[in-house]
């Protein structure tokens, strides 16, 4: 059965731990889907894989176009799409707009935005109202990287609390689920346990109700991670050995065999 925004917040109740990943095309996405993730994030950390240095130059046109190369590839996992950078902060109308183009066009079931601060709130609580699915991000928010850097969020008490308070009023604005980005494991366990939606850790410590990682860390594609991805294989290696192989076989004549 499909995974739906209401079956992550049963999940929460019956204290199931929820899987995600993030993916950027049909192939990846299909195995993901196969292996059992239970939420497929299409991230603007898909920079990455593109070969940008931050989230930050990502366009809606990209995120469009691999958000349905991923829905293709998927049959049961729960879609979220990020809005990228400036596509969503200007205005509510704006946010609609780009919100609207990728439930429309690509037909993932929810968009993410990230930020807790009042102006946010108030979009999202109005995108809610339309009919937009919406999980929130707060802590370490990457397209907010040249103001906070990469750093973990809500160390001292005063950034705690900020946190904790816009997680709350994300909760209020009616948004199903919340990524809880790099803050400490205390402060994620405090949020996930005062509210009644999913949070979403990454590098947030074990007591959130489920956790997400960046696939190209996970399968050890990407150039560098953060400290607190696992790397699970090491893809880079296994695809130089491969492509290696097969150089020296065309050069020596072995492949194809006659
Ligand atoms: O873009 C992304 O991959 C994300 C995750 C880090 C949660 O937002």
């Known amino acids: 059965m499909a995974v739906t925004t209401q079956q992550l917040i049963q999940w929460k109740q019956q204290g199931r731990s929820i899987v995600a990943l993030t993916a950027w095309n049909y192939a990846i996405a299909q195995l993901l889907d196969a292996a059992g993730v239970d939420l497929i994030l299409v991230g603007d950390s898909m920079a990455v894989v593109l070969g940008y240095e931050t989230t930050l130059p990502i366009t809606l046109e990209e995120m469009l176009f691999h958000a349905k190369s991923v829905r293709r590839g998927v049959k049961r996992a729960l879609i979220v799409v990020d809005l990228p950078f400036l596509t969503y902060q200007e205005s509510f109308q704006q946010a609609m707009h780009s919100a609207g183009l990728i439930l429309k066009e690509t037909g993932a079931q929810a968009v993410k935005l990230e930020g807790g601060y009042p102006a946010m709130v108030e979009t999202i609580a109005r995108l809610v109202q339309a009919g937009v699915p919406v999980m929130g991000h707060v802590g370490l928010t990457p397209q907010s990287v ?27 604005a009616g948004v199903f689920s919340i990524v809880l980005e790099h803050i400490p494991a205390d402060l994620a366990n405090l949020v996930t346990q005062k509210l009644s939606i999913p949070t979403i850790g990454i590098g947030a410590g074990p007591h959130c109700d489920g956790q997400v990682l960046v696939t190209s860390d996970v399968l050890g594609l990407s150039e560098k991670h ?29 492949f194809p065999q006659s």
């Open 226 to 254: 953060p400290p607190f991805a696992k790397v699970y294989t090491n893809l880079r290696e296994t695809i130089t050995k491969a492509v290696e192989n097969y150089a020296v076989e065309v050069r020596d004549r072995k």
């Open 146 to 172: 040249h103001q906070i850097g990469l750093r973990q969020q809500g160390k001292t008490q005063e950034a705690a609390e900020r946190i904790l308070n816009e997680a709350i009023a994300l909760e209020q």
